[in-house]
């Protein structure tokens, strides 16, 4: 059984900084691009950043030059570090991950089950 397992969250001052982390366990053939989505109270979900197999990176216009995404592969596992934190960046933050179970085989979305985050003085 695939699982996602985010940690990292937490209680931050405006400008801080917060990683987050989001290991993925179990038994499958590969990841392809995983990443991070938030959920703020009475909002749908949005995409916050995603990295690809090959290291290539895309970011919300809200997040750009202000939070970073990377990967370890060997690990399986993805980081988001975030820094020069708003109030509005105060969420639910949620990992993704397409995952192949087995060669030939269409990848799957799992998830996390999500880290709060909290901007606030």
């Known amino acids: 059984q695939v699982q996602l397992v985010e940690s990292g969250g937490g209680l931050v001052q405006p400008g801080g900084s917060l990683r987050l982390t989001c290991a993925t366990s179990g038994r499958f053939f590969s990841i392809n691009v995983m990443g991070w989505y938030r959920q703020a109270p009475g909002k749908q979900r949005e995409l916050v950043a995603t990295?690809?197999?090959?290291?290539?990176?895309n970011y919300a216009d809200a997040v750009k030059g202000r939070f970073t995404i990377s990967r370890d592969t060997a690990k399986n596992t993805v980081y988001l570090q975030m820094s020069s934190l708003k109030p509005e960046d105060t969420a639910v933050y949620y990992c993704n991950a397409d995952i192949k179970m087995r060669p030939g085989r269409f990848p799957d979305a799992y998830w996390g089950q999500g880290t709060q985050v909290t901007v606030s003085s």
């Open positions: 990295i690809t197999s090959g290291d290539s990176t």
